[in-house]
């Protein structure tokens, strides 16, 4: 049994791993400035991109658009990216890559920026790996970087260039932002703060890309449900004697804290899951020694195994419609033991506590409206005892029904 929910949940998970992305309604205005209509692949692009998929109706075959035929393109409540051909620093900012001059090193390209924040003044973002660059326009200006770099002023010390904040002192002209412009760091959410400030200051009408689509990354939720357990021993001198005790089911509960991480339109986090499992208890004769002419037995007991497991791993989702998606997870389990010992009639053949080793657990999973879900889940093999006893290998193997109730 549990080798066949095994080879389904890998079955699963490799059809499903990557997930549909679905084309959302957007649009974008092509080298003549006619605005397009269409469904627009919606990647989440941890990267600016240099192209995107579409298409002009839902049931239509996609076609792929690139920088070369396209100014702007929009995901509606979604990304923004507007086409600029423009000069961008390209200095290495890694430790070991890092130059002495305090100079950017500007080439010109052209490329998508994300449009973070849209108004009299507008703030834009370039990502490509480590390089995470920002830039800035006013009314009709040209966009132009803010500049910050970092550079080795002697050997041993790390120096920065901090250009962007008198960048920002001459251009955000109103009240007293002036002053506050010295204060502010070279971060996405420190730059939108004073350009959002100044825009309100001058009274312009505001987009805020970056807000709608932002979303809160923590989810917290609890996690009753039923485990099916069996205790199997492994002995490998003894292949034929490798009795299984009964199989039981359990109540157990947990509390879920996820993290959500903000790329790939959020098809990935990370979960941990500490829960509760109910004892586990069964008898079996077990045969420990044989020759060609006779056989040595005895009883073992397993009483009153109770577990603490705290599951360890990641989550990716696959987007069925708005309301609905399915989840798949990867866990290594720490297990802590809360009760629980075994013991044979001979007792200086076992008589101990039980000591679980940590396993793996794999799963598949539906939620409902980021609320309620309901999960099966794997658990592989986990060992009873940290080394094997006079009577082998003592295998906890389970699979649980999971129910869930996101609280927020």
Request: aromatic fraction near 14%.
């Amino acid at each position: 049994m549990n080798k066949q929910t095994l080879t389904m949940l890998i079955l699963l998970i490799s059809a499903y791993s990557f997930g549909q992305i679905s084309f959302e309604k957007g649009y974008y205005i092509n080298n003549s400035g006619a605005k397009i209509d269409c469904y627009i692949k919606n990647m989440d692009w941890k990267n600016n991109p240099t192209e995107f998929q579409y298409k002009l109706s839902k049931n239509s075959e996609k076609q792929t658009a690139t920088m070369n035929t396209v100014k702007s393109f929009e995901i509606f409540n979604g990304p923004k990216y507007e086409r600029f051909f423009l000069a961008i620093d390209t200095s290495k900012q890694d430790l070991d890559d890092m130059d002495t001059s305090e100079s950017p090193k500007w080439e010109n390209k052209e490329l998508f920026l994300k449009v973070v924040l849209g108004g009299k003044v507008s703030l834009y973002s370039y990502v490509n790996g480590n390089m995470r660059k920002y830039f800035i326009k006013k009314d009709d200006a040209e966009v132009e970087q803010l500049v910050y770099k970092k550079y080795m002023a002697t050997n041993s010390r790390i120096a920065e260039n901090t250009t962007y904040k008198k960048q920002l002192w001459d251009m955000l002209t109103c009240g007293n932002l002036t002053k506050k412009a010295k204060n502010v760091s070279y971060t996405k959410n420190s730059l939108l703060k004073i350009i959002k400030a100044y825009n309100n200051c001058e009274n312009s009408k505001i987009v805020n890309y970056d807000e709608r689509t932002k979303i809160d990354p923590w989810n917290i939720s609890i996690k009753p449900g039923i485990n099916f357990a069996q205790v199997e021993i492994s002995n490998s001198n003894l292949v034929e004697f490798d009795p299984k005790f009964k199989n039981q089911a359990s109540f157990q509960l947990g509390v879920e804290l996820e993290y959500i991480f903000g790329f790939n339109r959020n098809k990935w986090s990370i979960v941990a899951e500490p829960t509760y499992v109910s004892s586990y208890s069964d008898e079996q004769e077990v045969v420990y020694f044989e020759t060609t002419s006779s056989q040595l037995s005895t009883n073992v007991t397993i009483t009153d195994y109770s577990n603490l497991e705290i599951p360890l791993g990641f989550r990716h989702y696959s987007f069925l419609s708005d309301s609905s998606k399915l989840f798949f997870n990867a866990f290594y389990m720490l297990n802590i033991r809360l009760d629980g010992t075994t013991n044979a009639e001979r007792r200086e053949l076992l008589d101990d506590d039980l000591d679980p080793k940590g396993n793996l657990a794999l799963g598949v999973g539906f939620k409902y409206k980021d609320t309620f879900s309901v999960e099966f889940r794997y658990r592989a093999p986990r060992q009873l005892y940290q080394t094997n006893s006079i009577f082998g290998t003592f295998d906890y193997n389970s699979f649980a029904i999971i129910f869930g109730y996101t609280i927020f």
